[in-house]
């Protein structure tokens, strides 16, 4: 079995039924499989449970199953497996990593906290493990907001590592947090012009904005929310049209949820395509899920000693979202 390129890399007969396969393995495994709104659509189709990082990390911590096969990027593998030390975690391909949390090396952030002594660290969940470890609380963009209200208005904050949402917190919260220089590749790149281009193309289309984009692209929002509120945002609303300014991958659970209604990808700045997608969260194919069940590899290991550490700022957030009603 080789797994040297991060997943399992074996051949596979072309006349097999992938999906009964996938679903007989998985039942065979006592296995959940778990994936992201901005996973492919097949990879969404296939899953017991499919939500943003919050729900994720929520499933996580409350599943029975033995065995968590998570269909998205390397650290939400990790959160999972923090929660569950006793259960086997399996990301079909290990080289799903996310740029954001690669903007925030733990060395570097580990020296920027020490820096700047007093403050809470407040970390989002797109982060590897080892950063993790040096917070106070992690939040994700379902409940950043909530959570830096949460504290005392005079606590001194250190948020990291995405500028963007940071800086969408503070202006929202009045606070004042520093913010590490880190940002997430995909929603860095949508374009102004095009998306101003768009609307006039559709005026009656409501914008829905991520908020690790940029303060331009979110002031032309109608709603700035989690992939998870844009996604309710879009079945509630009356309008028949949306430009979504988030990874594509959402506009598969919107159309599903939404039949009768439009959704329009907003494009990158880069002149190649008309949506934009994260490259990492694509990585996961059937093949490498049908392999992953069939080897049970490759599997998410944490040391446990940064485990023992991440623990608890992930089930920090998880009780102050509970407290506060976000999640039961």
């Known amino acids: 079995m080789n797994v040297d390129k991060g997943y399992v890399d074996e051949p596979i007969d072309p006349g097999l039924d992938l999906r009964s396969e996938i679903l007989r393995l998985k039942q065979e495994r006592g296995a959940v499989i778990m994936a992201h709104y901005y996973q492919r659509p097949e990879i969404q189709q296939l899953a017991d449970h499919i939500g943003d990082s919050l729900a994720l990390a929520q499933l996580a911590a409350k599943t029975d199953a033995p065995v968590i096969v998570l269909c998205g990027v390397h650290f939400m593998g990790e959160t999972a497996k923090i929660l569950c030390p006793d259960k086997t975690v399996i990301v079909p391909d290990l080289s799903a990593g996310c740029s954001l949390a690669d903007s925030c090396p733990a060395d570097e952030f580990e020296a920027y ?10 970390s989002y969940v797109n982060t590897s493990a080892a950063v993790k470890a040096l917070t106070d609380v992690v939040v994700t963009s379902s409940n950043a907001k909530q959570i830096v209200e949460s504290l005392p208005e005079d606590e001194p904050i250190i948020f990291g590592p995405d500028r963007n949402l940071g800086n969408y917190i ?9 913010l590490w220089d880190g940002a997430c590749h995909v929603h860095e790149q949508f374009s102004v012009q095009k998306l101003m281009d768009l609307r006039r193309e559709h005026p009656e289309a409501k914008v829905l904005v991520h908020p690790e984009c940029p303060k331009p692209i979110r002031i032309v929002a109608d709603k700035v929310g989690s992939t998870q509120a844009l996604l309710n945002y879009a079945v509630d609303n009356e309008a028949q049209e949306f430009i979504v300014c988030t990874e594509s991958g959402i506009l598969f659970e919107m159309q599903r949820r939404c039949p009768n209604k439009t959704f329009i990808p907003a494009p990158p700045d880069d002149g190649k395509c008309a949506c934009n997608e994260c490259n990492y969260m694509k990585l ?4 490498k899920l049908y392999n992953s069940l069939r080897y049970m590899q490759p599997t998410i290991e944490v040391d446990p000693v940064i485990a023992q550490r991440a623990v608890r700022p992930i089930e920090r957030m998880l009780d102050i979202s509970r407290q506060l009603g976000i999640i039961k």
Not at 113 to 122: I, R, Y
Not at 172 to 178: N, W
Not at 284 to 287: A, G, M, N, V
Request: zero cysteines; hydrophobic letters at 40%.
């Open 113 to 122: 906290v020490k820096a700047h002594p007093g403050h809470t660290v407040v």
């Open 170 to 178: 503070n202006s929202i919260t009045g606070r004042k947090m520093l």
């Open 284 to 287: 996961i194919t059937l093949e």
